[in-house]
């Protein structure tokens, strides 16, 4: 079954906020290339997308048209380009479902962390190398028995002549097993009773370097995008300390509003949302409630780029927009059982079939990844009781 791109387009092409010169053009460039790699290489649209379907190959694409770093600075291999039209970029490849996952954290939150703290020498090395596609990056913050309690790991990291040597567990790391580097949040002293948040720095490592074990975490899917990463006195240079010792919690809830506001907060069902569009052929009350919520997130998500553009802090806009889009993604999925219920299929040849299977089997994951929906209201709440 062959996906037409139309109904997305046309819920795409009218943003809810003023557009930016060259956006439309952009955003039918976009299309062309993605209807062109679908005819020549046959990718089928995914849910979760940026999680689930790695293709190298697919990135190594996107970088030669400039796509990947797209806002940096042209020194270091980006296209100077504004925050929006990443965003329009970002949209039209969460909306067709394409395999974007190999590169994304490291276009997505890393490539802005090097160029707020990295050395140049650190800039010099990574960022060229990431948006020509050539290198990817894992984020390690979780740890095995620590939850959803960040502030609870355990790795730790000890100064020795010329470095740093780094032990423990990094899990629910996604596509560590394909990616270069990790950027690792550890603890480099102790934490004080009542100051847990204090005492932690990040690592750029090298995951092909000795004593560094990937092992492959299997989902109920089948599908392998998780790891476990056991770092067995891995030996860091003095030069892979990133920002300053000690300020690794300030530094990681910095980075967690580019995690958190993006467009894939509330558009990783966005393939099933238009597949059920197509399904049902007319209008139906509930799909419009549906795209009128997208155009509301698109919209604040926009807002919290343009914050980023302007270096400011947005953190309770990208808490919001992280706590309603997962509850938006799992809105789609319920209305999709509803309107055109099917038994789920993950290796189903019917593309809606296949979709809703994926959405359904992700789902649990909306409300977890990038801090569990509680954990985001206490930060909107802190913001107004401080008011």
């Not at 990616?179 to 550890?186: F, K, Q, R, S, W």
């Not at 089948?222 to 990133?242: C, S, T």
């Not at 393939?271 to 549906?290: C, D, I, S, T």
């Given at each position: 079954m ?30 062309a290339?993605?209807?062109?790699r ?17 293709s ?18 042209e ?16 949209e ?11 590169h994304?954290?490291?276009d997505?939150?890393v490539g ?25 990056f894992?984020?390690?913050m979780?740890?095995?028995?620590t ?17 740093w040597?780094l ?10 097993h394909?990616?270069h ?5 550890v603890?480099?002293s ?23 074990t ?8 089948g ?25 690794g ?7 967690l ?5 993006g467009?894939e ?10 597949a ?6 007319v ?5 419009g ?29 990208a ?19 509803a ?11 019917d593309?809606?079939?296949?979709l809703?299977?994926e ?11 990038g ?17």
């Amino acid at each position: 079954m062959t996906m037409s791109t139309r109904p997305v387009g046309e819920t795409l092409d009218h943003p809810s906020s003023s557009k930016g010169p060259g956006e439309s053009e952009l955003r039918a460039d976009v299309r062309a290339f993605l209807a062109h790699r679908r005819d020549r290489h046959g990718f089928r649209p995914h849910c979760d997308s940026w999680m689930t379907s790695p293709s190298p190959e697919f990135s190594r694409a996107l970088a030669e048209r400039g796509w990947i770093g797209m806002t940096w600075p042209e020194e270091y291999g980006g296209r100077g380009r504004p925050e929006r039209e990443r965003l329009v970029v970002i949209e039209e490849l969460l909306a067709a479902g394409a395999p974007v996952a190999a590169h994304w954290f490291a276009d997505r939150q890393v490539g802005p962390a090097l160029l707020k703290l990295g050395t140049p020498a650190q800039r010099r090395l990574h960022l060229p190398a990431i948006a020509r596609g050539e290198r990817f990056f894992a984020i390690g913050m979780s740890e095995p028995d620590t939850g959803s309690d960040l502030a609870s790991i355990r790795t730790r990291a000890r100064r020795v002549t010329g470095g740093w040597t780094l032990r423990g567990t990094k899990i629910w790391t996604s596509h560590a097993h394909l990616a270069h580097y990790m950027i690792a949040l550890v603890r480099t002293s102790p934490p004080d009773s009542g100051r847990r948040h204090e005492g932690m720095s990040q690592f750029i490592v090298d995951l092909s370097a000795p004593g560094v074990t990937v092992r492959p975490i299997v989902t109920l899917d089948g599908a392998h995008h998780f790891n476990e990463v056991v770092l067995d006195d891995v030996a860091i240079p003095d030069d892979g300390l990133l920002g300053r010792e000690g300020e690794g919690w300030a530094q990681v809830m910095a980075e967690l509003a580019y995690e958190r506001s993006g467009p894939e907060r509330f558009m990783s069902t966005a393939p099933l949302l238009f597949a059920l569009a197509r399904r049902v052929g007319v209008p139906h009350p509930a799909l419009g409630e549906l795209l009128a919520e997208l155009r509301t997130l698109r919209r604040l998500s926009r807002e919290v780029a343009d914050s980023l553009e302007r270096g400011e802090p947005p953190s309770v806009r990208a808490a919001l927009v992280k706590d309603l889009g997962s509850r938006f993604e799992g809105r789609v999925v319920s209305t999709a059982r509803a309107l055109a219920p099917v038994e789920p299929d993950a290796g189903s040849e019917d593309d809606y079939t296949r979709l809703l299977a994926e959405a359904v089997l992700h789902a649990p994951d909306a409300t977890l990844r990038g801090g569990t929906n509680e954990i985001l209201r206490g930060i909107v709440g802190r913001e107004l009781v401080s008011r």
